[in-house]
């Protein structure tokens, strides 16, 4: 069964850079197109940025120019870096798949940007 653990969320200033990572157990991985998503209190859970198993990514309006998804199938690793943070983006970031039947959720890693 494919496990999902994200990592490398934080406190953080308006304006400042988070590198997320998700990692992922399962031979498949490489195979599936990945996305992150975030969720803020109250509000639904919504994709912010998707790759492909082939590398073609997109964004939500929201962060494009800023967020950059990336994936290293070799290390079973989806990344996301996020710069010129916003109070706005602060939210629970989880990553799964974008289309299918979703991976069990993990349990996200938290992001804080102060103003």
């Known amino acids: 069964q494919v496990q999902l653990v994200e990592s490398g969320g934080g406190l953080v200033q308006a304006g400042g850079s988070l590198r997320l990572s998700c990692a992922a157990s399962g031979s498949l991985f490489s195979m599936y197109d990945m996305g992150w998503y975030r969720q803020a209190p109250g509000k639904q859970r919504d994709l912010v940025a998707s790759?492909?198993?082939?590398?073609?990514?997109d964004y939500a309006d929201s962060v494009k120019g800023r967020f950059t998804i990336s994936r290293d199938n070799a290390k079973n690793t989806v990344y996301l870096q996020m710069n010129s943070l916003k109070p706005e983006d602060t939210a629970v970031y989880y990553c799964?798949?974008?289309?299918?039947?979703?991976?069990?959720w993990g349990q996200g890693t938290q992001v804080t940007v102060s103003s």
């Open positions: 790759i492909t198993s082939s590398g073609t990514t």
């Open positions: 799964n798949k974008v289309r299918g039947i979703y991976i069990k």
